[in-house]
């Protein structure tokens, strides 16, 4: 039996078309997803590669209702049954929110500068589980020696942190709801090899203790390879290709997933890059 | 110091005063570039490889200082000089960098104007250090253009620096960069930034130049995958350090430093691994001692005692 965490369905995301000007107005539409499905089992990671442009954080970001979707549906097996997140109002949506959570590249891009590590944490306690504010405090310290970090990380603020650190403490902040669905975009972009390589170990083992569902956006096709076992692969808006992963990496047949593949330096210096040439291929 | 050297840093320190205190960014660092080879320099994020690159143009500013070292020149057909002892504002320096050495970047956004167009820009580049008319410089500028890539180029002189994509404004940074003939041509992270198709076309592109005109390329990198593509010779930094030089077939099939090793380990590699192995992400000089660099067979050289050196890699 199948059991899908999140079904998408016919999923389309545009944004207006703004003509510059004293009084700016709408001359048209651009669809940044296109008419895409796909859907993601329970307890697995899904990646999501492609250029940068290709839709895959106004995707996710849709998905979440960060921003509205045009149409389509995405239907999340929440904790009380499955909803369609493109139906529900903005208040129905908050205690989904809850139960699914994202990892960005800077976790704290979007966070008040002054903010302690114990409030980044227990933010999302405070807003969605007052009522336990007495435990807030023990919870956050459980969550910080879950992603390895020390108890006394908690009074000092983020920019104290090396890139590592940082991710992790971003991660707690994710997981302290306990969520079933947790969307990593480019999570691990910028962080040096070593570090991504812990992260990635640190998300793998979270995964199993919490039984977590990932949605893994990524533009480096190796990470995706290493973590996740099913892929999408999007170009301009619409997934070109999807499929196990070492079906996509061995066996592309969209003419864009075997153009992403060529590109990739191996690590080997007897394996020279011969990338395939855009022109010769059709990649609409 | 063989002939074929076209640079040759020896015992290279740069120091940085911070309120913190005093922090040796690069610390008694030695590397040859051996003329129309590809050097590249690889490490992770604060080893020192972008303030190493400054130094051999001499563009440490405070709180940075050069505290010790030498930068030995032997551009071809001529005398080598020291870097480091000449005087600022000379015309010897003058020429060192805008003649003989010259730089891109991983964001070529920063050293592009945006309200000058591309056109005016490259000519700009070549009107300073060529002595030709605006008509030779229009006519060199597109040449070059085309000669990195860029279709269209008399078109697409007209355009402002936006209306490029990233690959492409790092074509016209690489075609800025030639006008002047250089000799080095230092390329600091120059495809971090760019999809990885974008990344195969600049790499190929930067491969083919060397080959057909002879330039030296200091290549500087995190990406050891990268390393692999485009290197003959490798040199891998870890804080402000040397740890192993030698050969890119050497330093990626055969690394001798654990170092280096780990860093190779924690690639996530084509084929799926089931855990990745991480470097240990302390901060802490002692996780690698800093032992100096020693010769190994196979002209390759290793920061380690030589009691932590496999017996078949001793001279
Ligand atoms: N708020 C927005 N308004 C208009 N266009 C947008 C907006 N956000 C993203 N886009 C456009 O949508 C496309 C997809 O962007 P994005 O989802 O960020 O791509 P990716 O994450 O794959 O790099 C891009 O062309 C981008 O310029
Ligand atoms: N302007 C500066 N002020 C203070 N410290 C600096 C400055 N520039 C570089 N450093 C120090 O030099 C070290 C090496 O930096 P850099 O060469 O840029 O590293 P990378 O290998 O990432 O290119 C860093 O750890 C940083 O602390
Ligand atoms: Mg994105
Ligand atoms: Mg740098």
């Not at chain 1, 227990?122 to 007052?130: A, D, K, Y």
């Not at chain 1, 459980?142 to 890139?163: I, K, N, Q, Y």
């Amino acid at each position: 039996m199948t059991d899908n965490i999140l079904e998408v369905n016919n999923f389309s995301v545009k944004f207006p078309l703004m003509k510059r000007g004293l009084l700016s107005r709408q001359v048209g539409e651009f669809t940044a997803v296109n008419n895409v499905s796909f859907s993601v089992q329970r307890g697995s990671s899904l990646g999501i590669v492609g250029e940068s442009g290709s839709g895959k954080t106004t995707l996710v970001r849709a998905i979440l209702r960060a921003i509205d979707p045009a149409s389509g549906s995405a239907v999340f097996q929440s904790h009380t049954g499955a909803v369609d997140l493109c139906q529900l109002s903005n208040k129905a949506l908050i205690p989904l929110r809850m139960q699914m959570q994202m990892i960005f590249q800077d976790p704290f891009a979007s966070l008040n500068p002054r903010m302690k590590v114990a409030d980044i944490v227990s933010e999302p306690l405070v807003i969605h589980r007052p009522e336990q504010h007495r435990e807030h405090r023990q919870m956050v310290i459980h969550m910080l020696e879950r992603v390895g970090l020390e108890a006394d990380t908690l009074h000092r603020f983020p920019h104290a942190f090396s890139g590592g650190q940082r991710q992790r403490i971003g991660i707690a902040r994710a997981l302290i709801l306990n969520p079933s669905l947790v969307i990593c975009d480019e999570a691990v972009s910028a962080l040096d090899v070593s570090v991504q390589a812990q992260v990635l170990n640190l998300l793998v083992d979270l995964q199993q203790e919490m039984n977590l569902t990932y949605i893994f956006v990524a533009h480096d096709l190796n990470v995706v390879h290493h973590f996740c076992e099913q892929a999408l692969v999007m170009y301009h808006g619409s997934v070109v290709e999807s499929g196990p992963v070492e079906q996509i990496f061995t066996s592309p047949r969209h003419d864009y997933t075997r153009l992403l593949l060529s590109a990739i330096p191996s690590l080997d210096p007897d394996i020279k890059l011969s990338p395939l040439d855009r022109n010769s291929l059709s990649l609409e | 110091m063989s002939i074929d050297t076209i640079l040759s840093i020896r015992g290279l320190s740069v120091m940085f005063k911070t309120e913190i205190g005093e922090h040796l960014a690069v610390n008694n660092v030695s590397l040859d570039m051996k003329r129309s080879q590809t050097t590249a320099i690889v490490g992770e994020s604060g080893s020192g490889k972008s303030v190493t690159a400054y130094a051999m143009m001499r563009l440490i500013q405070a709180p940075g200082k050069i505290t010790s070292g030498q930068i030995i020149c032997t551009p071809a057909q001529q005398e080598s000089f020291d870097v480091l002892q000449l005087a600022d504002n000379s015309d010897a320096l003058y020429h060192l960098r805008g003649g003989l050495m010259a730089m891109i970047f991983q964001e070529p956004m920063t050293a592009l104007s945006p309200v000058h167009t591309i056109g005016n820009q490259v000519m700009e580049a070549i009107l300073t250090h060529q002595s030709v008319t605006k008509a030779e410089a229009f006519e060199l500028a597109c040449a070059m253009l085309d000669r990195v890539g860029i279709a269209d180029a008399s078109q697409r002189m007209q355009q402002y620096p936006f209306e490029f994509s990233g690959g492409m404004r790092q074509r016209v940074m690489i075609a800025m960069a030639l006008v002047c003939k250089p000799q080095i041509l230092i390329c600091d992270e120059p495809t971090t930034a760019l999809d990885v198709t974008i990344q195969a076309e600049i790499l190929a592109l930067l491969k083919e130049l060397k080959e057909t005109i002879q330039i030296s390329l200091l290549f500087i990198t995190h990406d050891l995958a990268v390393v692999a593509q485009i290197a003959d010779q490798v040199m891998v930094m870890n804080q402000g350090r040397v740890l192993e030089t030698g050969s890119v077939r050497q330093i990626l099939n055969d690394p001798i430093h654990p170092y280096t090793q780990n860093l190779i380990a924690a690639v996530p590699g084509m084929k799926q691994q089931d855990r990745l192995r991480p470097v240990s992400n302390k901060p802490d000089p002692t996780d690698y001692p800093s032992y100096s660099l020693i010769p190994v067979k196979g002209d390759r050289q290793v920061a380690l005692p030589v009691s932590l050196i496999p017996e078949e890699y001793h001279l």
